[in-house]
């Protein structure tokens, strides 16, 4: 175990002092105890930072299960240490901003902190991993604690709903996911990524290749919401603000993007991976961000908008898969597709984080998130519109801030996706810049309607529950920190040029070189930069019309939409499974032995047939004497009375003649002991037949005749015959001698005794018997229990 | 109206003991001809049964004060530890012996231990048969 190890697993080991901290220090916040870890591991991977940078990577493995493979193999390589920079450092802001969000007085803070921490160190594990099922394993915990901690406050209905929806849809993707890492382990026999990586070649060329690269997208779509998984993203929302920065902007919902980046060396270069991810990717910014519009609540705008931001880092890692296609030019103009996605991964942890912190004040000072409640804040808290107007306008890719950056580089990424000349793009190409620059047009949108409704136009204090003013320093300091990366990173880009150099190496297989990283702000008079002009003048024009066209949403039905399709499939799978089950399990005892005797009989009919058992000879049947021949057709009457007769009475009866002809076939067939005890055995029944027939109830004494029923003929008629073939045909394939003829001597010379029957039953095969008379014991308690030890309803004697 | 069952139960005073002999009979000679230890079981069970016909439950409880299930339970008893006194001769369970022996009035006889196997499915077949008989007998 090393450092590194205890660093992944120093958020658990937290958490189980978190309960203890929250009760013996109750006077102070138990966030202030949480804080100090992930800035130290900020610290941490800070250290790492150059080492990293200078192209250096670091293996450690610790093992878990190594007979299967499975160890906590941790590798920290550019893109693991960019996402651990990315939650260690936005983990550190939310705790803080959460210490003054949460109160210490009404909210159960221990929990809070304990899931906190579990998703931390989960979520350090999945980017950290090199072996597949520990980043499963870390996979399923992000879920899971992401579902603790929507479902935070689970006395709200919506809290639960979003929970279980987040739940169901990631952990659907999450077991595709285990699907596809076992798929991989058939092919190359391991379940690391490096040596997965390095096995690439046996990869493509197995037929499983491309199950497994769709088993690997579900899992990475569901968990980054792309269309049409997103619709838990909105739902999440009722999580406490703190947790929506964190996991629902800036960490957990990029953990699909870290895996298609992870992978990528493995799957990028196909056409169906490049046309998944892109086509899902840009379908993704564009329904986000068209949704985002017509949203009223803030967090929902946000959580919209991140969607759509996610479909655009998506579809640009899409794009920029191309690059691998053409690995041979020299001047690979598809790489900046990947750069622009690392890039803006970066940019929108920023600025998501400190919109949504920005809301979390807002929602905090004022006591809603109603947009249509909202309005006139900008004088009553000026920070906070600042800050608003630094994370919007990135949003919205206006300089100067690094959403311009990353806008235009995305911008640069789609144009060069119409010059791909493979896969179709000739005749597809045009939709990307397209789409692209429709949905950019959408988001200034919103990112305008989410600044300007709030804290411009006239302020309604009669429909707020607070009087608002400007929020705690300490809720402010987080999204100041945030806001001010944006900017720096807005006009200094260069600063981030060796972590996303060391990303981009780990993206693109090793003998990629990703020379020049370069991040201009000024590109000249480039078709990205009148699209980014376009999309400020048509994006402002419908902005400032936006009631005028406001209402094409209602034309959308809404009967349509996914969430009702979501919802009616739940329910429409509950109610199925239970028609289903209602369908078989009737309750009636008769059903289930219909389907058990038909179910055997087209069992062994159908098991003859492939083995061809059908074959009887009868060299081996004795003479049939005239005495058989008449007990038998005793029998058959006997039988068939008991099926046709009106009384019950009869049918007892009946079956004690079955019975006797029974004990005198035995007689015939010499065996003196079995006759004796069938007599006997037969009359105890027959008595006890008759018992039950004189305590039968007066009401059901109708004498009926058995009713005739076609299944049951059928079944019962199949039955008998197969059970007949079965016995000729095994009488007429006989593999083995008898061992008899060792009972035969054995019973005297070694047992010492002359009856055979006796000897098995005591001595060759005492064992049998033992357990029958352990039966006819405990039948006999059992009868003893019933009847003496009967209880009435109420419990008592 | 009384009903008079004397001559029932003159003939089962006499009968039931031959029925029990015959039983005893079939149980020691299970080993070399016909019989053994379930059905002398259920012969001696045919005998007291017979005796329950003739007289009541009552009279046969208080005749014979014996808790059938306890029988049954002793039966299984003995046969188990015939089946565990194997491992004293550091033999497998259920492993028996025999021997040949000259007594006083039989003269050579074969003393096996599966006797005493066959005497546990003896006393649980009457155990269980009795048991049986008279729950059902008693229950209202």
Known sequence: MSLIHLVILSPFL???????LHKYFKRIHTGWFVLALPILLFIYFIGNLGNVMAGNTYLSTMNWIPSMGINFAVYLDGLGLLFALLITGIGSLVVLYSIYYLSKEKEALN?????????????????????????YSFWELTSISSFLLISYWYHREKSRYGALKSMLITVFGGLSMLAGIILLYTMTGTFSVRETIASVDIVTAHELFVP??????????????????????????????????????????????????????????????????????????????FSAVKQTDLKAILAFSTISQLGLIMSLLGIGSAAVYYDYLEENIYTVATLAAVFHLINHATFKGSLFMVVGIVDHETGTRDIRKLGGLMNLMPITFTLAIIGGFSMAGLPPFNGFLSKEMFFTGMVNATQIDAWNMETFGMIFPVLAWIASIFTFIYSMVLIFKTFTGKYQPEKLDKKPHEAPLGMLIPPIILASLVVIFGFFPEILKGLIEAALHSIFPSNFTVEDVHIYFWHGWTTELFMTIGVIAFGSLLYLTLAKWGNIYEWFP?????????????????????????????GFIRNYLV???????????????????????????SKVGVYELILALVMVIAAI???????????????????????????????????LTQLIVETVSVALFLLCFYHLPEISKKVNRLRFRLTNFIISISVGIVVILIGLSVNSSRVAESISDYFVKASYEEAGGKNMVNVILVDFRGFDTLFEIAVLTIAAFGIYAMIKLRLTKGGSQ | MKVNDLILQTVTTFLAFIIFIFSIYLFFAGHYTPGGGFIGGLMTSAALVLLLLAYDIKTMQKALPINFLTVAAVGLMISILTGVGAFLFDVPFLTHAFQYIELPILGKTALASTLAFDLGVYLVVVGIAMTIIQTIGESE
């Open chain 1, 14 to 20: 937290l958490a189980i002092f978190v309960p203890l």
């Open chain 1, 212 to 289: 497994a690269l769709i088993l690997f997208l579900l899992g990475a779509f569901t968990k980054s919401a792309q269309f049409p998984f997103h619709i838990w993203l909105p739902d999440a929302m009722e999580a406490p603000t703190p947790v929506s920065a964190y996991l629902h902007s800036a960490t957990m919902v990029k953990a699909g993007i870290y895996l298609v980046a992870r992978m990528s060396p493995v799957f990028a270069g196909a056409p169906e991976w490049f046309w998944l991810i892109s086509i899902f990717g840009i379908i993704t910014l564009f329904w986000g961000s």
């Open chain 1, 595 to 621: 389907m058990i005797f038909g179910f055997m009989a087209l069992l062994l009919l159908l098991v003859m047939g492939q083995t061809g058992a059908f074959n009887f000879s009868l060299d081996n049947a």
């Open chain 1, 111 to 135: 929990t809070f902190y304990v899931y906190l921490l579990m998703f931390m160190g989960a979520m350090l594990g999945v980017v950290l991993s090199d072996n597949m099922l520990v980043l």
């Open chain 1, 558 to 586: 809404k009967r349509l939409t996914l969430n009702k399709l979501y919802d009616g499939g739940l329910v429409g799978l509950e109610r199925g499974s239970f028609a289903f089950t209602k369908f078989y399990m009737t």
């Open chain 1, 641 to 675: 009375t008991i099926l046709f007769t009106k009384s019950r009475l009869s049918a007892i009866i009946a079956l004690g003649v079955v019975g006797y002809s029974m004990s005198l076939f035995f007689v015939l067939f010499r065996a003196p002991d079995l006759a």
